[in-house]
């Protein structure tokens, strides 16, 4: 089993604090089923002519999903030649991911384990979801999204405000903290408004070979996100790779995998 980042440094006042949709993401990720799946679509053998796969965390919070993917690269894909990269609206989140990637890589580099191969980890950028990404760039996606259904969503125009998202204060006051804590998630109707945003901009985003991780609860219909991407038409594949044990309502949790069908996939089919 391969160690989960430290997140005790974390300020849970403002950044959401690991629960159990963050360690379903690791246990997918983790999983042997899906480890063969990415090393054999990213060319683990052949890393002299596949290109360095980029990959994308959208909404980092505590950062200690793309700290566990930094730090077991070489585990996970079969090698340690990728990029990470972290985006998140809330600033204090972002500083904690850079922290939290920085001492999961020093744990295992401690550890000398072997094949713990680390990937790169250039940063984590304050943004509103993919705003500040290119096109066809990412190879790789995950997303644990505010995905609570609530009457509306917080709203995120404070962003770049000093007194909100950059106070170097320890604490905001209650209303700031309250605020921050909000956006990681409210995801206003059916708890899908912010996922369904990124869902669209999902097929400009990934590159050719782009796959996406993206956790749903019960109450966003998954059943109907599903749809919704398999009229995206017969180029793209969607499949419920991980799913909690809770037993029923909104905190029945799965894993949704969306990727671009290669040639090998359509063969198939």
């Known amino acids: 089993m391969l160690p989960t980042p430290s997140t005790a440094h974390v300020d849970t006042n403002r950044i959401y604090d690991p629960a159990e949709d963050s360690y379903l993401l690791l246990d997918t990720l983790s999983a042997a089923s899906e480890i063969q799946y990415l090393r054999e679509r990213f060319n683990a ?5 596949s290109p360095v796969p980029l990959i994308l965390e959208v909404g980092t919070g505590s950062g200690v999903i793309i700290a566990f993917i930094s730090a077991n690269a070489q585990n996970l894909f079969g090698r340690a030649d990728v990029l990470l990269l972290g985006i998140d609206i809330n600033e204090h989140a972002c500083q904690a991911t ?3 990637v920085r001492r999961a890589c020093e744990d295992s580099q401690r550890k000398a384990e072997p094949q713990q191969g680390q990937g790169t980890f250039m940063g984590a950028l304050q943004a509103d979801l993919v705003s500040a990404m290119k096109p066809a760039v990412v190879d790789i996606l995950v997303f644990n999204p505010p995905y609570v259904p609530t009457s509306e969503l ?9 007194d909100v998202f950059t106070s170097s204060t320890k604490h905001g006051n209650f209303d700031e903290d309250s605020h921050l804590l909000s956006l990681s998630y ?13 869902l669209d901009q999902l097929p400009q985003l990934l590159s050719e070979r782009g796959v996406a991780y993206i956790l749903l609860c019960q109450q966003n219909k998954p059943e109907d996100v599903v749809k919704r991407i398999q009229a995206w038409g017969p180029h793209w594949a969607v499949v419920t790779v991980r799913r909690s044990g809770k037993a029923a309502g909104w905190e029945k949790l799965r894993v949704i995998r969306i990727s671009r069908a290669t040639e090998a996939n359509q063969s198939k089919s």
């Open 186 to 198: 409210a995801g206003g109707k059916d708890g899908m408004e912010v996922t369904y945003r990124l």
């Open 45 to 49: 053998e052949e890393t002299s002519v």
């Open 154 to 162: 917080p709203e995120a125009s404070a962003l770049g405000q000093e």
């Open 98 to 100: 850079k922290e939290t």
